[in-house]
């Protein structure tokens, strides 16, 4: 049974910056794509940060290009992002997602709350 345990979600001042973890569990296959979506209050999901296999460029939706930085270690099946110069509306829900042999699998989230 796959399970992805996200983790580093948490409070933090406006310029700020956290770590967020997503450690997946229950397979053997290699994981092709790891992405972070988010979610705000009263708004759609939203694809943040994606990285997979084989492609040299990582996605960052326009919105945290240059603060966000997205990165995996495929030994321990872990994604991780790091978000620096945190701001008030990148408050929301963060969901750790990835993709096995065509099938999408999510994390329960964690909430990051940037203060003014």
């Known amino acids: 049974q796959v399970q992805l345990v996200e983790s580093g979600g948490g409070l933090v001042q406006s310029g700020g910056s956290l770590r967020l973890s997503c450690t997946t569990t229950?397979?053997?296959?290699?994981?092709?794509?790891m992405a972070w979506h988010r979610q705000a209050p009263g708004k759609r999901r939203e694809l943040v940060a994606q990285i997979a296999l084989g492609r040299s460029t990582n996605y960052y939706a326009d919105s945290v290009k240059g603060r966000f930085t997205i990165s995996r270690d495929n030994a321990k099946n872990t994604v991780y992002l790091q978000m620096n110069s945190l701001k008030v509306e990148d408050t929301a829900v963060y969901y750790c997602n990835i993709v096995i042999g065509g099938t999408d699998y999510w994390g329960q989230g964690t909430q990051v709350t940037v203060s003014s």
């Open positions: 229950g397979t053997r296959f290699i994981i092709n794509t």
